[in-house]
Each structure stands twice: as C-alpha cells, then as structure tokens.
C-alpha cells in the first residue's frame, strides 16, 4: 500500500484548505486511517483518526471543531477538511494507514506542508 498527500500549500488565518490522501492498493481491503502532523523543531502528533467504515472518527483536542476527517472507500481516498486555520496549524501534515499491525500506524505518506500566515 502507498500513501499519497495532496493538498498543502500557503494560506492565510481564517481560511479553509482540504487535504486528501490516496491509498494506492490493488486490494480491496479498507484500513483504518489518520492524520497526523509535525511542526518544525517538534514531534509528529495525532490530528484525526477514521476507522475502515468511516463510521467512527476521533479528533486531537487542538483541532476539534474545526477540523473533518472522511474517506470515500470507492475512491480509495481519506480527506483533512481544516477550516479556521491558525498559524499554529503550520506543519508537514502525514497520512497514516494500519496495514499490517493491530495498534497504531505502519503505512505512512510522504507528507503535505501546510503554512498558515498570519
């Protein structure tokens, strides 16, 4: 399985950006999924997680009710709807899979920067 971002870029306080990742699988198989984040000079943290239905999801305190995670399993596609975007938002925004592993993430993108400019 690959994982791939798009999305980031450079926007400004107070706006919107939505990210997607696209699990490139030849399978049918739906894995849980998240969004995690790291700011420069600090460690990856969780933003969202979705389970394989995307009937279950969980948010990070910081990000809760401003942020949406979904996923389209026809499109094979997890999205990060970021809305009131903050400058403490900026990071390389990471896609995660749990392919393999019964706990935590083994599948990993390459990572999306998201700047917010204030």
């Known amino acids: 399985v690959q994982l791939v971002e798009s999305g980031g870029g450079l926007v400004q306080v107070g706006d919107s950006m939505r990210l997607s990742c696209v699990a490139c699988?030849?399978?049918?198989?739906?894995?849980?999924m998240a969004w995690f984040r790291q700011a420069p000079g600090k460690e990856r943290e969780f933003v969202a997680a979705i389970n394989w239905s995307g009937g279950s999801t969980r948010y990070a305190d910081s990000v809760k009710g401003r942020f949406t995670i979904s996923r389209d399993n026809a499109k094979k596609t997890m999205y990060l709807q970021m809305n009131s975007l903050k400058p403490e938002d900026t990071a390389v925004y990471y896609c995660?899979?749990?392919?393999?592993?019964?706990?935590?993430?083994?599948?990993w993108g390459r990572g999306t920067q998201i700047t917010v400019s204030s």
């Open positions: 995660a899979a749990r392919v393999a592993v019964a706990d935590g993430y083994d599948t």
């Open positions: 699988t030849r399978t049918s198989s739906m894995y849980n």
